[in-house]
Each structure stands twice: as structure tokens, then as C-alpha cells.
């Protein structure tokens, strides 16, 4: 067998093994479309979970994502805002009404000067993150940072490469989906082979809004409209996509060798230079394709992935997924007792990551997601956690070991338990698919995407 990193051969499951699986109960427990119990994530476990000291945060860039950012941290136990950041005054001012304690700036070196401030998160447009994360990280900051990382290739790389010699530091990227419970249950049913061979799959994000803000001045009208350009966005596919497709790679295990593009402004024709309505077909090894479409002119069946097999598909819609299966596919037994939903007159298996327990349908259908917070909120719950670990850790081994031993402090910071989220390599190499896949929709045609692209030097 080839040999993979710790956490793919955690998930890499050997599908009689799985199948197997022992008891019912158990079977159960790894896939139940009914209402379980999740065996480490009970429904309310955030609340029960002791918190860690709590991590001084700040916050760059205060427009719609960074507000939600915002919001998600003042329910973090383990987060305190202590600052947040802004060149235009008026966000400023709306994002301080979520942010109360934190102090206010409009330029973010400020922030970097305070030493009490543990980490930021950087949550300013795309073609924006590349100097400030330099800067957070060479002023020692933990940084999270919003994916896509960068919208060209050399910036991307800059950053990956500067949060993979910041040793001390974590740098996450926001590929929020690493980390959420419900995803990290469905890698391991994907990995094992249940659904069969894996034939193809099929991604979208379908939301009718223009995507357009307004402003009275017009040189801020332009710098918040950065998405609909070609030189500051990556498009649809890169600037929403990504998340799924980056999903699906990881699911899959693979990375794509080429992208198919197509994509025009069918609705919003405002001067726009970025297509409202996209497809690209992403080529993988062994005949594999993913599909993705997305549109600003139609928001029927809004967003979800199908992973197709040759025994059953799986769908994905927000923390829920179903299985439907084929009629020559084996009986597995658990599927027998799972709820059973009806899609467009076919039948979904749910699938569910919860475990000890059975409980019993009865007459009315039993909610079939232990998992009630947002993909967001695991995100910047697993980079707190982290911050804190590794914080810890590195004051331990400087207190222990030569604190000029960087080659020992890696290998002693390896065997640290993390939460699950994207790093440096996993944001590098999803960023490189997204331009590769905005590259390709642009000019509308193939574009390859060699492996060499996704080293790091």
C-alpha cells in the first residue's frame, strides 16, 4: 500500500473492515440515518467541552465575511476580540457595534504592534491578504486566513511558504468544511469504498443576487465591487467554488490534472467583467471527473454535492447527507433500519455521524444532524483550540529544550494533537485548482493543471 500521511491513513478505511464493522450497533454507529448520539460530539457537546484560555483576536478587513467572522467569534468561548481593522471608516464603525471591547484601526500594522494580540483573522478582499499575512506572521501572529488564499499563483505561494517556515505559529486556511465533524465522518464512508468505484461527482452554489454593492463615492464603489473584476477575483468558481471543490478533492483523494471552463454574464449586465454563470469540468486521474456549475441568476437547488459509485450515490446538503443505492448494490444491514427520505420520487438513506445509540423513529421523522453549528463556526473553534495547543507546546519546549533547535521543536510540535483544519499546504493546493479553474472559465477552454504547480519549496 502507498504510503500516506498519519491523518489520510486515519481515514483511509479498508471496506471489509468497515462492512464488517462488528455489531449491528455499531454499523449504526458509523453510518445511522436515524437519530444518534454522536460518541465524542453529543448535540450540545460545544457547550459542555471546557474551554481553553481565551485568545486575544484580531480582525482585518470588516466587510460582509469579516462581520460574520465577528459574530461567529463573540460566540467562541475560547475568543476574545480585542481589536478590529478597517480603511473604511464607516465599516468600522458598524463592525464595532459586534466588537464593543476591541479597539478600532484603520491601519492594521497597529494591531501587529500589540503584543498582547495572539493571532488575527485576515478576512480583507483576495488580492488583498498577501502582504498583510506576511506581516502578521513576521510579528509572530497566529493567522486564519479566508480562502481562496491569494488570486495568483506567486502570492499564493508567498504565503504558504511564509506560514511553513512560521514553525512557532499556526496559520489556517479558511477552508472551513476541514473542519466541520459531519465532513470528517462522510471522508471516512467515501474512503472505504461503500458507495463502490467512484465514477464521477457533481458540485453547485446557485444564489440569484447581483453580487453588486452601491456606495455615493465612487472610488469605494470600486473597491467593493473587487469580485466582479478579472484582476482582483477569481470568479464564481474561485471565490465560492472552491469550497466544494476542495471538498471533493479531499473526499476523492486526488487532485485534478485538468479544468474545462465555460461561463458569461447571462442576467447581471452591468459592466461586469466576471461571468454570472459558470460550469467547469475538473479531469482527474483514472477517467474521474467533477462537475461544478454555479449562477447569480437562478437560485433553484441552491447548493449541495453528489458523489456518484458504482453501488450508490451520496449527496451532500449542508450538514446532512443521503445515500441512494443502486439495486444490484450488496446489503450492508444497517441501511435496513435508517430513515429513509424521498428525493424527486428516490429514496435517500440518511446518513448520520452519531454513534452510541439507537433511538426510535416512531411516527415522526427524527432530526438527522448532531451537528447544529456552522461550518465557520468548527473553523475558527479548531484554530482557537489550536492556538492555544501549540501556544502551550512551544512554551513547554523552550522551557525544556534549546529554543534555537528549530529541527527538534518541528518534530516535538508534530506529535501535538490539533484540530481538524486546512493548513498552509491544503490552502496552497486548493488555491492553485481555484485559479487554475477561474483561468479556465475565463478564457473558456482547457487549461492543464501540472503537479508541479502544487510544490512548495
Known amino acids: 500500500m502507498k504510503h500516506l500521511p498519519k491523518s489520510s491513513r486515519a481515514a483511509t ?5 468497515f462492512v464488517k464493522g462488528g455489531s449491528l450497533a455499531t454499523m449504526m454507529s458509523l453510518m445511522g440515518g436515524v437519530e444518534l448520539v454522536a460518541q465524542e460530539t453529543k448535540k450540545d ?18 466587510g ?57 483573522v485576515v478576512a480583507t478582499p483576495t488580492h488583498q491578504h498577501r502582504q498583510v499575512v506576511l506581516d502578521a506572521l513576521k510579528a509572530g501572529k ?9 488570486n495568483t499563483i506567486e502570492d499564493a505561494q508567498a504565503i504558504a511558504l511564509a506560514a511553513k517556515a512560521a514553525v512557532k505559529q499556526v496559520f489556517q486556511a479558511g477552508l472551513q468544511l476541514r473542519s466541520d465533524p459531519q465532513r470528517h465522518f462522510l471522508l471516512q464512508f467515501i474512503r472505504s469504498g461503500a458507495m463502490g468505484k467512484n465514477l464521477m461527482a457533481r458540485t453547485q452554489w446557485n444564489k440569484k443576487l447581483s453580487w453588486r454593492f452601491t456606495s455615493p ?13 478579472k484582476e ?84 451532500v446538503r449542508g450538514n446532512k447527507a443521503w445515500m441512494f443505492k443502486e439495486a444490484d448494490a450488496p446489503l450492508l444491514g444497517w441501511e435496513v433500519y435508517a430513515r429513509k427520505d424521498e428525493f424527486y420520487k428516490e429514496t435517500g438513506i440518511a446518513l448520520v455521524a452519531n454513534a452510541t445509540k439507537l433511538v426510535a423513529q416512531g411516527d415522526k421523522p427524527v432530526e438527522d444532524a448532531p451537528f447544529s453549528n456552522t461550518p465557520l463556526s468548527y473553523a475558527l473553534e479548531a484554530f482557537l483550540a489550536n492556538v492555544n495547543e501549540i501556544g502551550a507546546a512551544v512554551e513547554d519546549f523552550n522551557a525544556t529544550f534549546n529554543p534555537n533547535d ?25 488555491t492553485v485548482i481555484a485559479i487554475k479553474a477561474s483561468e479556465a472559465v475565463q478564457k473558456q477552454q482547457r487549461v492543464l493543471i501540472p503537479k508541479e504547480l502544487f510544490a512548495l519549496a
Not at 478505511?13 to 473492515?17: A, L, M, S, T, Y
Not at 480585542?82 to 463592525?95: E, V
Not at 463615492?217 to 473584476?229: A, T
Request: glycine fraction near 8%; include cysteine.
Open 232 to 315: 482582483t477575483s477569481l470568479g464564481l468558481v474561485g471565490e465560492i467554488g472552491l469550497h466544494q471543490i476542495d471538498a471533493a478533492s479531499w473526499f476523492l483523494n486526488s487532485k485534478p490534472t485538468a479544468v474545462n471552463g465555460f461561463g458569461a454574464v447571462m442576467h447581471w449586465e452591468d459592466g461586469r467583467e466576471v461571468a454570472d454563470t459558470m460550469q467547469a469540468v475538473f479531469e482527474f486521474p483514472g477517467g474521474l471527473t467533477l462537475t461544478h456549475g454555479s449562477t447569480l441568476a437562478n437560485s433553484f437547488d441552491s447548493d449541495h454535492e453528489v458523489y456518484f459509485g458504482t453501488d450508490s450515490a451520496i449527496m
Open 406 to 430: 528549530t529541527k527538534a521543536l518541528v518534530k516535538y510540535l508534530s506529535e501535538i494533537k490539533r484540530q481538524p483544519a486546512a493548513g498552509f499546504k491544503e490552502g496552497y493546493e486548493a
Open 13 to 17: 478505511v479498508n471496506r471489509r473492515d
Open 64 to 120: 460582509a465575511r469579516g462581520r460574520e467572522v465577528l459574530g461567529t467569534l463573540a460566540l467562541q468561548k475560547e475568543a476574545a476580540v480585542a481589536a478590529i481593522c478597517d480603511t473604511y471608516a464607516a465599516s468600522l464603525r458598524r463592525a464595532s457595534e459586534a466588537a464593543p471591547k476591541a479597539t478600532k484601526h484603520a491601519d492594521y500594522q497597529e494591531i501587529l504592534a500589540n503584543k498582547e494580540i495572539q493571532a488575527v
Open 217 to 229: 463615492n465612487p472610488e469605494r464603489e470600486r473597491e467593493i465591487n473587487w469580485r466582479l473584476r
Open 142 to 150: 497566529h493567522v486564519y486566513c479566508e480562502a481562496p488564499l491569494a
Open 45 to 62: 457537546a460545544a457547550a459542555d467541552k471546557a474551554a481553553g484560555p481565551q485568545v486575544k483576536v484580531g480582525v482585518i478587513g470588516l
